[in-house]
T-cell receptor
Framework: SQKIEQNSEALNIQEGKTATLTCNYT??????LQWYRQDPGRGPVFLLL?????KEKRKERLKVTFDTTLKQSLFHITASQPADSATYLC??????????FGKGTRLHILP | SAVISQKPSRDICQRGTSLTIQCQVD?????MFWYRQQPGQSLTLIAT?????????ESGFVIDKFPISRPNLTFSTLTVSNMSPEDSSIYLC?????????????????FGPGTRLTVT
């Protein structure tokens, strides 16, 4: 069956450290993968997109990797800050042009 | 990027009644979508709102329960009909924007703030 799994429901990271979130998928062949941030009571906000032929993408303190062999994407926030606390959603664009979302990982950056 | 507003932001409704949610975009967009996000769950696509024709519904969602209108390229409504407590959820409007970067293009998706619906 097709699945998207994001690591643990909640992740606690000390301020200043790097937070790493995982997104694994099975039985999909995504053309690209996206990461979103969602704050409580708000809609998701687009952060980064990485295509199947890209290994890594960076934007300021954010870095995304995409390994189509492992069927995994990693999302890193370096020098994390309490303001980075939010839920982060992984979403993949399948070849039928449908976007499928993971359940998200709640990230808490501890001061 | 597109700016999306939704009305109402939240509502508490009695079972058996219907609620219409409005979505307004600040620019013309081709693709508009309606999602549902139940507590602790991922976003689930309800339907694609097509301008000038009937919406395209995903498996498990039907027009009688979730009628959708799309009168133009900047506006859409979703109605949740004959509500039951199981319909309590956040409903989100979303649009797709084509982003061209050099010779490559991809679609970025933008979401409205959501409508939090509680059915009692």
């Amino acid at each position: 069956s097709q699945k998207i799994e994001q690591n643990s429901e909640a992740l606690n990271i000390q301020e200043g450290k790097t937070a790493t979130l995982t997104c694994n998928y099975t039985n999909y062949s995504p053309a690209y993968l996206q990461w979103y941030r969602q704050d409580p009571g708000r809609g998701p906000v687009f952060l980064l997109l990485i295509r199947e032929n890209e290994k890594e993408k960076r934007k300021e303190r954010l870095k995304v990797t995409f390994d189509t062999t492992l069927k995994q994407s990693l999302f890193h926030i370096t020098a994390s800050q309490p303001a980075d606390s939010a839920t982060y959603l992984c979403a993949l664009m399948n070849r039928d042009d449908k976007i499928i979302f993971g359940k998200g990982t709640r990230l808490h950056i501890l001061p | 990027s597109a700016v999306i507003s939704q009305k109402p932001s939240r509502d508490i409704c009695q079972r058996g009644t219907s609620l219409t949610i409005q979505c307004q975009v600040d620019s013309q967009v081709t693709m508009m979508f309606w999602y549902r996000q139940q507590p602790g769950q991922s976003l689930t696509l309800i339907a694609t709102a097509n301008q000038g024709s009937e919406a395209t519904y995903e498996s498990g969602f039907v027009i009688d329960k979730f009628p959708i209108s799309r009168p133009n390229l900047t506006f859409s409504t979703l109605t949740v009909s004959n509500m039951s407590p199981e319909d309590s959820s956040i409903y989100l409007c979303s649009v797709e924007d084509l982003v061209v970067q050099g010779t490559a293009s991809t679609y970025e998706q933008y979401f409205g703030p959501g409508t939090r619906l509680t059915v009692t």
